[in-house]
T-cell receptor, first 114, second 114 residues
């Protein structure tokens, strides 16, 4: 079975530009979460979507937005890019079971803002 | 608010020696607890998770962790380190009432000496 897939894997953008990152969850997973991981730090929670609705939002500015599509794939959009947005962006999909949630991560999208 | 503390940003052990990576959490109720591993330039892989069942949790690659409520700890151990264990390890918690929004420690880089 395919795992969580993310695209693109690497990209370079200029300050002020816009970026869209894409994520396809594991088949059957209805929840998608996004995390930002700055080099040398742990991931920071950005968004969580379940059944196409936003269920959680981390402490990120309004420049960050996301959405989930009917097929449960998701996009993360970042406007007016800043140098500090350079990071690994991780998508995770999860499945709720009787023992709680199991969260699986994709390989991530490396964003460099210059 | 919940938080996770991982003691030691870097831990160095000899091949064949015991691996001990420390994680303490702050929470008013026992949360779900996770250990993830991240190899260089890759995403995060789940090692093991605690979901209020057995306090000693066995994971992949010979790792295990013990939940100690009195110490609010969830330390990760492996009896004998292997060179392939060199990676960064993250401890994360998930609040009981928000299973999708992981809160992460800063990570511990495990270095294996030959």
């Amino acid at each position: 079975d395919a795992g969580v897939t993310q695209s693109p894997t690497h990209l370079i953008k200029t300050r002020g530009q816009h970026v869209t990152l894409r994520c396809s969850p594991i088949s059957g997973h209805k929840s998608v979460s996004w995390y930002q991981q700055v080099l040398g730090q742990g991931p920071q929670f950005i968004f969580q979507y379940y059944e196409k609705e936003e269920r959680g939002r981390g402490n990120f500015p309004d420049r960050f937005s996301a959405r989930q599509f009917p097929n449960y794939s998701s996009e993360l959009n970042v406007n007016a890019l800043l140098l500090g947005d350079s990071a690994l962006y991780l998508c995770a999909s999860s499945l709720v079971t009787a023992s709680g949630n199991t969260i699986y991560f994709g390989e991530g999208s490396w964003l460099t803002v210059v | 608010a919940q938080s996770v503390t991982q003691l030691g940003s870097h831990v160095s052990v000899s091949e064949g020696a015991l691996v001990l990576l420390r994680c303490n959490y702050s929470s008013s109720v026992p949360p779900y607890l996770f250990w993830y591993v991240q190899y260089p330039n890759q995403g995060l892989q789940l090692l093991l998770k605690y979901t209020s069942a057995a306090t000693l949790v066995k994971g992949i690659n010979g790792f295990e962790a013990e939940f100690k409520k009195s110490e609010t700890s969830f330390h990760l151990t492996k009896p004998s380190a292997h060179m392939s264990d060199a990676a960064e390890y993250f401890c994360a918690v998930s609040p009981q009432d928000s299973n999708y929004q992981l809160i992460w420690g800063a990570g511990t880089k495990l270095i294996i000496k030959p």
